[in-house]
């Protein structure tokens, strides 16, 4: 199955399997990526958060009008901060952002639960990766991954640029099929 991409500089369509690794600088707009990238050609789609808790996340989505019936938010920050959770069908809660395990299980259930085009966005690696530890987040992200060639879906993970050193970031791009390298300027250059 092929999923569209209306991200500049891409190509027009990605199988399905594929990760892309969105490189970021630290205060990079990746909203309007993150968002682009679930506008399209999309049944479902999954918000991996684990730098902003899933009130922030359903307001970026309604500011960037993208149709919210069909978001599912995994909110890995409220419950550390002692924040209320709200309970809804389409929100997920794992206790830390360093829960690893928890995150590639809520990963699995919601693949496991929708059917058509699925996409999902991890927003942020580096968030895990300070979190938890690097290997963590690599091995996780690893699994990711597979789960997403498994149930033929597609999904964004954001990796700091200027927070990593580029034996990092070299070792997370070997993992992906496609790389989008936003700059501060906001212009993006690509590799697919």
Do not use: C, W
């Amino acid at each position: 199955m092929d999923y569209e991409l209306a991200i500049e500089e891409t190509p027009e369509t990605i199988p399905g399997g594929t990760g892309i690794l969105l490189l970021h600088p630290s205060i990079g707009e990746t909203d309007r990526i993150d968002t682009d990238f679930f506008k399209v050609d999309t049944d479902h789609f999954l918000v991996i958060s684990t730098r902003t808790t899933a009130r922030e996340v359903e307001q970026k989505l309604e500011y960037y009008e993208v149709d919210e019936s069909r978001a599912t938010i995994l909110d890995t920050l409220s419950i550390e901060r002692g924040y209320s959770r709200r309970s809804a069908d389409n929100i997920y809660y794992v206790a830390s952002p360093d829960n690893l395990d928890g995150i590639v299980e809520k990963t699995r259930e919601f693949l496991e639960r929708h059917d058509g085009k699925l996409r999902l966005s991890v927003d942020s690696v580096t968030e895990m990766a300070y979190y938890a530890d690097e290997d963590r987040a690599y091995e996780a992200t690893k699994q990711i991954l597979e789960l997403l060639e498994e149930y033929d879906a597609v999904g964004l993970f954001h990796l700091s640029k200027e927070v990593h050193d580029q034996e990092t970031l070299d070792r997370f791009r070997e993992l992906f099929d496609g790389i989008v390298d936003l700059n501060e300027d906001g212009s993006v250059t690509t590799e697919f």
